[in-house]
Antibody, heavy 119, light 110 residues
Framework: QVHLQQWGAGLLKPSETLSLSCVVY????????WSWIRQSPGKGLEWIGE???????NYNPSLNSRVTISVDTSKNHFSLKLSSVTAADTAVYYC?????????????WGQGALVTVSS | QSVLTQPPSASGTPGQRVTISCSGS????????VNWYQQLPGTAPKLLIY???QRPSGVPARFSGSKSGTSASLAISGLQSEDEADYYC???????????FGGGTKLTVL
């Protein structure tokens, strides 16, 4: 059974860098691509980007300049960094396993982490 | 403002059949398969339907999906109280090279 557990800082000030991590329990890490998705009241669900076990990434163009997703395959672990945050980045952030990321098919999700950006 | 358009709310009584629509364009639904998610309060979205009409293991047959052109629908038959949740559609988008989502539909079981 696959299980995703995520953690990271929940309260940030404007201009700081958001940092979240996700560890994957199960034996499928190298077979899938791994995404970050966020959910805010104003913008709903938004795909942030994705990575595979070898470090190949794709990012949402709207966030591309501020996003970095990295991977540590030895630990079944991947991370999200979002720089220069503003109040508009306040959201619940999820890590998820994509079996067809291009179409938005994510079958396992982390528990979610609320990130609030406030001065 | 979400790329895919869903009605903000829907409702039905126990045992009824309810449908939720998802409208897009030729650059997303028109050129991609559609997936549906169910989200209970305080939890992560759960994949309900993938590739337009496929159900993951464990999802009851009461849930079904369809797609035609640039629109898709989720149907729930034999509505139950535990179906009260938010439902989201998702599809690939050519310009994004990634998925886009609907704004969600809150389903109320009366």
């Amino acid at each position: 059974q696959v299980h995703l557990q995520q953690w990271g800082a929940g309260l940030l000030k404007p201009s700081e860098t958001l940092s979240l991590s996700c560890v994957v329990y199960g034996d499928s890490f190298i077979d899938y691509r791994w995404s970050w998705i966020r959910q805010s009241p104003g913008k709903g669900l938004e795909w942030i980007g994705e990575i595979n076990h070898s470090g190949s990434t794709n990012y949402n163009p709207s966030l591309n300049s501020r996003v970095t997703i990295s991977v540590d395959t030895s630990k079944n672990h991947f991370s999200l960094k979002l720089s220069s945050v503003t109040a508009a980045d306040t959201a619940v952030y999820y890590c998820a396993r994509g079996f067809d990321i291009l179409t938005g098919a994510f079958d396992y999700w982390g528990q979610g982490a609320l990130v609030t950006v406030s001065s | 403002q979400s790329v895919l358009t869903q009605p903000p709310s829907a409702s039905g009584t126990p045992g009824q059949r309810v449908t939720i629509s998802c409208s897009g364009s030729s650059s997303n639904i028109g050129s991609s398969t559609v997936n549906w998610y169910q989200q209970l309060p305080g939890t992560a979205p759960k994949l309900l339907i993938y590739s337009n009409y496929q159900r993951p293991s464990g999802v009851p047959a009461r849930f079904s999906g369809s797609k035609s052109g640039t629109s898709a629908s989720l149907a729930i038959s034999g509505l139950q109280s535990e179906d009260e949740a938010d439902y989201y559609c998702a599809a690939g988008d050519d310009s994004l090279h990634g998925p886009v989502f609907g704004g969600g539909t809150k389903l109320t079981v009366l």
